[in-house]
Structure formats: structure tokens, C-alpha cells
């Protein structure tokens, strides 16, 4: 380095506050971390930890994975509907009896002519399909992709974390917490959509942290020295993020299985930008702030909006090429399917809703051809949205169901979801050891492992103060993904909501407590007596969570039970 580049970077440290290490060395500049070579863990060591860890996930999940043999909960709906979409390009109705039929052995004559409304985008359908069409369309078939994808989640995670902290060790950890609890589980064993959102939205998070490090070793190496404090910062060379165009895709394909992503997008477009103009501030940049919203915020909003608005979209290929089957039959859906017979205090549920008589403009236009059909069907796609989000915010809102929960007891698994159960099993039948009087059963519960959960709250409250008073970047990446995913739901406490859309939350759960845990273990790795009691109390609290995910295997896996053994694991009245 010149003499007037090692003077520049001398003022740059100054104008930043550098701070001191405990021995008294000064802390580099952010343009000399950068630019060097940060010392990393065997990434060989790094990977296949993860990828064994995702295995151990996988068989796990696919345990016993046909089990039981029946449609659980919404599975009524998704396995067909996947099923249907694969085999005719769009969703169709289907016949009365087509449960009875699909778990005898049919897989035909089972579909009406017309399509069918639903309510959620087609990627998630679209991988449980592909499970069925590998497999064949029995429960193990419908369920065979959320185990699948389940288990690539906690790689995924493993990742993430050893990014966040830079231990393998750590990642682990996050992978272990992930993987061991009963909520993401049993969402692994069925089909149903949350899986597939938690997966593309914890990559979509993935690529944003990992676009963090690429900026900052970008400017580094876009920039020959420290810059004049006077001076931009480099712009042109910044233009194309491929991290961020990865992510982009990935929430992309997040909504399109479920619309609730839209949330952590946001967050998470917010924060690269955020960090964006923290970077070149700590570059020396001045007014870092309005010269990143020029520089980079464009750029932020392209590879990551643009980018999944364009995915998006493509996922819905399938209805726009069938778009006129939905234009003659579902040109009034929020009437003819949704319209109806209840009444909420006294009033109709489609009061305040357009016109009953209303139908898309699409349905009665003549066909166009060319340009002009493809713009047709995407109005057509766009009224169907329409109809979409009628539904959501106005025909549920009166509904009620057992399992409904409030959104703000979801962190202490105020009321979990029974999505399957074989009751009254009497004595000395079907294996049932029950004393006379008794009787023994087996449930599949929804539920989350309640020392990962319970501890949690304590870990995300530590995240927001390590993030405000702090200022550690990381514990950010903690407080958005989770007030993202779970304060929007607050707004909508009004309509049937269940505890397992929590799944979004779980992710930022378990990097709230392994960033918890780093913290109490300390970074040094001389044996000391701090970094001793860390470690005890980290490793008691890894193998309580282990023994409550083993005491709670039971009603995760439709084991048989007496029925004092299940009322041993039901802890609270609400749990029923």
C-alpha cells in the first residue's frame, strides 16, 4: 500500500471510530477486512456436516411416512388438487367419493370437468405432484416432497448460521434445533404448503446475508485503496448482485406457494439496502445513506421485486395457458363458490363486496389471438387474484374452527392443530395394553417442541437488544425475518388462522437462540472458566430439547398410546 493510500485509510479509521481489541491491537478497517482473508473453518468439514445432518433429517421424516393412511387435515384438498394439475395442466373439481376411491386404489374418474377455485399459488401443489407422479398418489406419494424438502431446510439452515456466526459448530447447532422440532416435523410429513414456503423463504434470507459479504468483498475490490471521504464509492461494477438475484427467485417461488411471504420480502429488501449503505459508510462513504437509496436501492428493487414479480408469475404458466377454461367457468367465483348462507352479527358476509352479479370482462369478450390473447389472459389472471383475495379478506372473516388460534400465542403454542386421530382403541385390540375402563389412541399433532419455542421468546427479546443497543448486523437478519412473519398475522385475528403458519417464524426462532448460544459460549477457544459453564449450559440445553423432541415422538407419529401415556404429553387443557 502507498504512503498517501495508508494515510487515506488512517483518516478513514478515525472518521469511523475504530475501535481496540482487548490486547490493545487496533481493529482493521472495514475496506482492510474486506479485502483480506478472514480465517474460515474447513469448508469440506463445513458442507458434509450439513449434508449429514440433512440425511439424519431425511430419514426421520420419511419414517413410517405412509402412516396414517388417510387424507390428514388439508391434505384432502392439496393431494388432489397436485394430482389433478399434473395430470391436466390446471386444477379440477372432483367427484363425492374421490377420498374413498384414491385410498382403494383409483386414479381415475375421479375429476369434474371444469376447474376447480383455489385459494393459494400453484408451486407448492406443483412438488407435491411430482412426488405423486414418482410414487403414485397414495399417502406416502402426496407426503414424499415435504419430507424431501423439509430435510433440504435444515441444510439450509446449517448454512445460514455458520455464515452468521462462522462456526460449523454453530450451524450445527441451528441445523439440530431445526430438525428436532415437532412443528416443522410433522409439516414435513404431510401435504400441506407451509413447508414449501418456510424452505424458499429460508432461502430467500440465505441469499440475501450471503449478497451482504459479496458487496462488501465487491467494493473492496472494486476500490484500489480507501476512498476520499468525499467520493461515491464504486456504482457500475455493483449493478449485477447474483446473491440477490438468487434470492429474488427464491421468494419468488416462496409466493407463489403461499401470498405471505410478500411480508419478509420486504423486510428483507429493506435490510439489503440497509446494509448496502452500511457498507459504504463504513467505507469512508459520506451521506452514505442518500447515496446508497441512488446507488443501490434500483439495483436492490430489480434482482430482488422485479425478479421474484417475474417468477411469480411464471409459476402461474399452467393457468394462463388453460386461462379460458377459467374464464367460462369461474368468471364470478367469489359469488357462485364463496357467496352464501352465513350471517355475521346480523350481517351478510358479502355486504361490502362488489356487485353479486359481476363477471370478469375477460369471460364475455371474443377470443383474441396472438399478443393479444396473452394479454387477455393476464388480465384474466389478474381478476382471478381479484377473486382471490375477495375470498381472504371477506368469506373467512365470520368462520370459525376448532383448531383456530390466535396469532399472538403462537410463540407459546397456545393451540396446536390435531390433524389426525384413532380413538376408543379398546383393550386387547389392535395392540391396545390399556387397563379395563381405558382405552388407548393415536394422534398426529401439530405442534412445536416447547423448550425450542418457549426458550425462544427469551433468545428473540435478547436479538432486539443485541441488534439496537449492540448494533450486531446479525441479530437484524433475527428481528426481521420474525416480526415480518409474524406481527402482519395480527391484523387478521378475526378469521380461522392456525398455529402451524408459525413454521415461517421457526427459522428466525432457532437463529435467536444459536446466536444465543455463541454469545454464552464466547468466541475464544482457550478453555476458560466462562467458556466452560457456556458449554454446560448449552450442551443441557440441546439435550432437554433433544429429550422433549423424543418425549413428544409419540403424537408426532401417530403412535399407539393408553390413554394416560397421551394425557402425560397434552400439558394444557387447550392442547386437546
Request: charge should be neutral; glycine fraction near 10%.
Amino acid at each position: 500500500m502507498t504512503s498517501e493510500a495508508l494515510q487515506r485509510e488512517e483518516q478513514q479509521e478515525a472518521s469511523v471510530g475504530l475501535s481496540s481489541t482487548a490486547d490493545g491491537r487496533r481493529v482493521p478497517s472495514a475496506w482492510a477486512r474486506a479485502r483480506g482473508r478472514l480465517p474460515q473453518e474447513d469448508p469440506f468439514i463445513g458442507w458434509s456436516a450439513a449434508l449429514a445432518l440433512g440425511l439424519l433429517a431425511l430419514f426421520l421424516r420419511l419414517w413410517r411416512l405412509g402412516t396414517p393412511r388417510e387424507f390428514q387435515f388439508d391434505e384432502t384438498y392439496y393431494a388432489k388438487d397436485a394430482w389433478a394439475l399434473l395430470q391436466n395442466g390446471f386444477v379440477r373439481g372432483y367427484v363425492d367419493d374421490a377420498n374413498d376411491q384414491i385410498l382403494s386404489g383409483t386414479t381415475t374418474d375421479l375429476w369434474t370437468e371444469g376447474p376447480s377455485m383455489i385459494v393459494h399459488p400453484e408451486v407448492g401443489k406443483y412438488l407435491i405432484g411430482l412426488g405423486e407422479t414418482l410414487f403414485g398418489l397414495d399417502p406416502f406419494g402426496w407426503r414424499v416432497a415435504s419430507a424431501v424438502v423439509g430435510s433440504l431446510m435444515v441444510v439450509v439452515m446449517v448454512r445460514l448460521a455458520r455464515r452468521l456466526t462462522g462456526s460449523t459448530m454453530l450451524g450445527l447447532v441451528a441445523g439440530l434445533l431445526l430438525m428436532l422440532d415437532g412443528l416443522h416435523f410433522v409439516l414435513s410429513r404431510l401435504a400441506l404448503l407451509d413447508i414449501f414456503v418456510a424452505f424458499f423463504l429460508l432461502c430467500g434470507v440465505a441469499c440475501v446475508v450471503n449478497d451482504r459479504d459479496w458487496y462488501r468483498r465487491r467494493l473492496a475490490r472494486l476500490l484500489p485503496s480507501p476512498p476520499p471521504a468525499s467520493s461515491w464509492g464504486p456504482v457500475r461494477g455493483l449493478l449485477v448482485r447474483p446473491w440477490l438475484l438468487l434470492g429474488g427467485i427464491s421468494f419468488g417461488l416462496a409466493i407463489g406457494t403461499k401470498w405471505t411471504a410478500l411480508y419478509p420480502l420486504a423486510a428483507f429488501g429493506l435490510l439489503a439496502w440497509a446494509w448496502s449503505a452500511g457498507a459504504r459508510r463504513s467505507f469512508g462513504v459520506r451521506r452514505a445513506w442518500l447515496r446508497s437509496l441512488v446507488a443501490d436501492a434500483p439495483t436492490a428493487f430489480v434482482h430482488l421485486v422485479v425478479v421474484a414479480a417475474a417468477t411469480y408469475l411464471l409459476t402461474w404458466t399452467g393457468w394462463l395457458v388453460h386461462a379460458e377454461e377459467y374464464e367460462q367457468h369461474l368468471s364470478s367465483t367469489q359469488y357462485t363458490q364463496f357467496s352464501g348462507s352465513g350471517h355475521c352479527d346480523g350481517e351478510s358476509f358479502v355486504d361490502d363486496a362488489p356487485d353479486r352479479d359481476a363477471r370478469w370482462p375477460t369471460a364475455t369478450e371474443p377470443d383474441a389471438s396472438g399478443l393479444g390473447e396473452v394479454t387477455q389472459s393476464l388480465r384474466s389472471l389478474w381478476y382471478y387474484h381479484r377473486d382471490v383475495y375477495t375470498f381472504h379478506t371477506h368469506f373467512l372473516n365470520c368462520s370459525t374452527h376448532t383448531y383456530q388460534s390466535q396469532p399472538s400465542g403462537w410463540l407459546l403454542l397456545n393451540r396446536p392443530v390435531g390433524v389426525a386421530a384413532d380413538t376408543g382403541i379398546e383393550p386387547g385390540t389392535r395392540g391396545c395394553t390399556a387397563p379395563a375402563g381405558s382405552d388407548c389412541l393415536r394422534q398426529v399433532l401439530l405442534i412445536g417442541t416447547p423448550m425450542i419455542w418457549w426458550a425462544g421468546i427469551v433468545a428473540l427479546a435478547f436479538a432486539v437488544l443485541m441488534w439496537v443497543g449492540a448494533r450486531d448486523w446479525r441479530y437484524g437478519v433475527v428481528v426481521a425475518g420474525a416480526a415480518s412473519t409474524w406481527l402482519p398475522w395480527l391484523l387478521y385475528d378475526d378469521r380461522p388462522i392456525f398455529l402451524f403458519y408459525a413454521v415461517l417464524i421457526l427459522p428466525f426462532v432457532v437463529l435467536a437462540l444459536t446466536l444465543a448460544i455463541g454469545r454464552l459460549i464466547g468466541p475464544g477457544r482457550e478453555p476458560t472458566t466462562r467458556r466452560t459453564v457456556g458449554v454446560v449450559l448449552a450442551g443441557s440445553f440441546l439435550v432437554l430439547v433433544l429429550l422433549n423432541f423424543a418425549w413428544f415422538w409419540p403424537i408426532l407419529t401417530h403412535e399407539l398410546l393408553t390413554h394416560s401415556a397421551w394425557l402425560d404429553r397434552i400439558w394444557f387443557s387447550r392442547w386437546i
